[in-house]
């Protein structure tokens, strides 16, 4: 090995010092803090610290630091392989041709979600969401159901950004309903239904849905003509991942 490979393999295990200090629990640190954690030098801490800034392995939060949101994205590749992705993909396909409108995938990354498979419509004038394309969870619908059904992005959400928290009554009634809807939150003439898919112990893995323009899938449309059938494309990727619902007595 010559010694510049050697210097870049020392970097790069500084770098895995730095990025292995975050945590779910502690999402953002100070300078000082990674630094403690990593064991590091200041200068070097500084140095590495500002390159992973500029590189968007890190984002400036405040005063503080947190992993950036460019991870997210290049973490998709490796989702692939995963079973609800696997199973989402005839009930994508078959959501699709449903509504005739763009069926997504998200899974959450902390306080935000991400597209991880798609299906697109078939009309001229539609909605497509790119795979990798990372989205906040206070707007749209599947950020709602994220909110409504998953303890932990409530929790994530408080922590970061406490003024974007939804309504616990808006919440209850997602749950209630099994879906959320929303109209032109997250950009102008866009609007979108959601439903949750659940994993073998119950846990949310997902959430399934459709993005259309407004005109299409609007206050007077979403019921029932586009619900029912994410609902459905919903419970099936669940049942799929093994999860059974227990109906009340």
């Known amino acids: 090995m010559t010694e510049t490979a050697g210097n870049r393999i020392l970097v790069l295990g500084k770098i895995r010092q730095i990025m292995d200090c975050f945590t779910v629990e502690e999402p953002t640190l100070s300078l000082s803090a990674i630094r403690q954690r990593a064991g590091l030098p200041e200068s070097t801490t500084q ?19 947190r992993i950036g949101l460019g991870v997210a994205r290049w973490a998709i590749n490796a989702t692939q392989g995963l079973d609800v992705i696997q199973a989402s993909r005839p009930m994508l396909q078959t ?14 990354w902390r306080q935000y979600r991400t597209v991880v498979a ?9 909605r497509v969401l790119e795979v ?24 994530e959400l408080l922590t970061v950004a406490p003024e974007e928290a939804l309504p616990a009554e808006l919440l209850d009634q997602i749950r209630t309903q099994g879906w ?6 997250r950009e102008p003439e866009v609007a979108s239904v959601s439903s949750p898919v659940f994993d073998h112990h119950g846990n949310v893995v997902a ?16 019921v029932p003509g586009y619900t029912e059938p994410v609902v459905e494309a919903a419970a099936r990727i669940s049942s799929a991942l093994g999860f059974e619902k227990i109906e009340p007595s």
């Open 47 to 65: 140095r590495l610290v500002q390159n992973l800034v500029s590189e968007g392995f890190l984002d400036r939060d405040g005063s503080g630091y």
């Open 118 to 126: 798609t299906a697109r419509s078939p009309r001229a004038i539609s």
């Open 180 to 185: 959320a809807s929303s109209f032109e939150e």
């Open 132 to 155: 990798g394309t990372v989205m906040p969870l206070h707007l749209g619908s599947a950020g709602k159901v994220f909110l409504a059904f998953d303890e932990f992005a409530r929790q």
């Open 95 to 108: 959501l699709r041709e449903q509504t005739q409108e763009s069926s997504v995938l998200y899974v959450r």
């Open 207 to 222: 959430v399934v849905g459709i993005v259309a323009p407004f005109s299409r899938l609007n206050e007077t449309t979403a």
